[in-house]
T-cell receptor
Framework: DQQVKQNSPSLSVQEGRISILNCDYTNSMFDYFLWYKKYPAEGPTFLISISSIKDKNEDGRFTVFLNKSAKHLSLHIVPSQPGDSAVYFCAFSGNTGKLIFGQGTTLQVKP | NAGVTQTPKFQVLKTGQSMTLQCAQDMNHEYMSWYRQDPGMGLRLIHYSVGAGITDQGEVPNGYNVSRSTTEDFPLRLLSAAPSQTSVYFC????????????FGPGTRLTVL
């Protein structure tokens, strides 16, 4: 029973364009949402987060959108840069206090 | 600060062998966790600790033991390795709860033959 789904295993985008990564979830008890970025042979690093009381949070080129009614989370990267090429994981938490991670989406930004 | 360190980086075991994956952090974080990453599965929580002397099970705890005798260290023990435990293992720490930003170590790639 997958509570979190990142339906696109991979995404390829041209440098300078927008990258949009998506997550869908089923558990309405989730109240905190995060994105992590992972380079090969390294551990994940925290990117950006949003709580359930908001629908948008920005940090520089990165914006996270939360649509609670659709149970949908997205990450926008504008403009995309080759250094953004990595695996991106969404992560969710609820009343258990534990993080549930998505399967990951591999983003490739082409120069 | 070294952050979160993990040893070894790579390990090959035979079925039935036991071993301990080491994790240490120098940020005085209360919370520490162990995850495994498998292709197409994301990261799954194995065990976590909210402070020295306190541990609890995550999503996939079977076959693993943990202890937390100090704030800095959180070793993960494989009691009798099985091929299903072939994975990449990540240790993480955070200041005040699993909800907050977690700092991950570089990972240990384990192969069980």
């Amino acid at each position: 029973d997958q509570q979190v789904k990142q339906n696109s295993p991979s995404l390829s985008v041209q440098e300078g364009r927008i990258s949009i990564l998506n997550c869908d979830y089923t558990n309405s008890m989730f109240d905190y949402f995060l994105w992590y970025k992972k380079y090969p042979a390294e551990g994940p690093t925290f990117l950006i987060s949003i709580s359930s009381i908001k629908d948008k949070n920005e940090d520089g080129r990165f914006t996270v959108f939360l649509n609670k009614s659709a149970k949908h989370l997205s990450l926008h990267i504008v403009p995309s840069q080759p250094g953004d090429s990595a695996v991106y994981f969404c992560a969710f938490s609820g009343n258990t206090g534990k993080l549930i991670f998505g399967q990951g989406t591999t983003l490739q930004v082409k120069p | 600060n070294a952050g979160v360190t993990q040893t070894p980086k790579f390990q090959v075991l035979k079925t039935g062998q036991s071993m301990t994956l080491q994790c240490a952090q120098d940020m005085n974080h209360e919370y520490m966790s162990w995850y495994r990453q498998d292709p197409g599965m994301g990261l799954r929580l194995i065990h976590y600790s909210v402070g020295a002397g306190i541990t609890d099970q995550g999503e996939v705890p079977n076959g693993y033991n943990v202890s937390r005798s100090t704030t800095e260290d959180f070793p993960l023990r494989l009691l009798s390795a099985a091929p299903s435990q072939t994975s990449v293992y990540f240790c993480a720490s955070s200041t005040s709860g699993l909800l907050n930003e977690q700092f991950f170590g570089p990972g240990t790639r384990l192969t069980v033959l």
